[in-house]
C-alpha cells in the first residue's frame, strides 16, 4: 500500500487549485493501479491551517493541528503540492507552511509540484520558489512541474495539453516512487526512509568489513550515507588528512 497525500492551498471552495489537485491525484493513482500498485490517498487544505500556521510563526508553538498534519506528512510516501501563484509567487500561506516544517521532513519521498493562475506569465513562479524549498527539505521533485492557467480550463485545446502535463507528471511520480520503493527494499531502507530491522545488521557488517572504522579512510570503495557523511564522530580531522 503506498500513501499518497496532497497539501493544496485552495482559497476557495471551489478553486482552480483544488480541481487541479484532484486532476493530479486521479491521474497518480491510475498509473499507480496501471503499475499493479494499490494507493491510499488523504487531502490537507492548507487553509484550514492558517492560524496555526501564523501562531506557530509568531510563537514557535505548534498547535494539534499542526501536529497532526505534520504526522500524516511523515507517514506519506508521495506528496502533491499545489499552491496558486499571486504576484508572481506562491501565495504565502502555502510557502509558509513549507517553511515551518521540520527539515529533512520530506527525505526520501517523491513530491511532484502544481501550481494555478490567471496567465501563463506565472508558469515557472512554482519552479523558482518551490523547486528549491522542497529539494532543501531533501524531497525527491519529479522533472515535470504542472502549472494550470485561467485558458487551460476555458478550451479544449487547452484542456487536452494540461491533461497531457498531468500524465506525464504523474507518470513521473509514480515510477519515481516505484523505483525508490525497490532500490529502498534492496538498500534495506522502507520506503519512508526507515532502515528495515532484517537488513540493518548486515548493511553495518558489510561497512566494517570494508573499512578501517573511520570516516574517509576507506580500505576498499565505500558509499557513507548523509548521516555517516555530517556525524562529527565519523569526520577525520583535518590535521590528520593533511598528514595523508
Known amino acids: 500500500m503506498m500513501r499518497i497525500l496532497s497539501i493544496t492551498t485552495s482559497l476557495s471552495e471551489d478553486s482552480t487549485t483544488l480541481k487541479l489537485s484532484n486532476k493530479i ?39 494539534e493541528n499542526l501536529e497532526a498534519t505534520f504526522a500524516t506528512l511523515a507517514e506519506a510516501d508521495v506528496i502533491v503540492t499545489v499552491a496558486p501563484v499571486y504576484k508572481v509567487a506562491p501565495v504565502g500561506l502555502h510557502t509558509l507552511f513549507w517553511q515551518l516544517i521540520d527539515e529533512k521532513a520530506l527525505a526520501n519521498k517523491p513530491v511532484l509540484i502544481g501550481s494555478t493562475g490567471g496567465t501563463p506569465r506565472h508558469s515557472l513562479a512554482a519552479e523558482t520558489v518551490l523547486r528549491p524549498m522542497l529539494s532543501y527539505l531533501k524531497g525527491i521533485v519529479v522533472p515535470t ?100
Open 145 to 244: 512541474t504542472v502549472f494550470a492557467a485561467t485558458d487551460d480550463w476555458g478550451s479544449v485545446e487547452g484542456g487536452r495539453a494540461l491533461n497531457a502535463r498531468v500524465g506525464q507528471a504523474s507518470a513521473e511520480l509514480i515510477g519515481l516512487a516505484t523505483s525508490l520503493s525497490g532500490a529502498g527494499a534492496n538498500a534495506g531502507t522502507a520506503p519512508g526512509g526507515a532502515p528495515s530491522s532484517g537488513t540493518e545488521a548486515t548493511s553495518t557488517e558489510a561497512t566494517s568489513a570494508e573499512t578501517t572504522g573511520e570516516f574517509g579512510r576507506p580500505t576498499t570503495r565505500r558509499s557513507p550515507s548523509v548521516d555517516d557523511e555530517f556525524n562529527p564522530e565519523l569526520i577525520t580531522p583535518f590535521a590528520q588528512l593533511l598528514e595523508g
Open 25 to 63: 491525484i486521479a491521474a497518480a493513482t491510475s498509473a499507480a493501479e496501471d503499475a499493479g500498485l494499490s494507493m491510499e490517498t488523504d487531502h490537507v487544505n492548507v487553509r484550514n491551517l492558517g492560524s496555526d500556521l501564523t501562531d506557530m510563526a509568531l510563537t514557535g508553538f505548534r498547535s
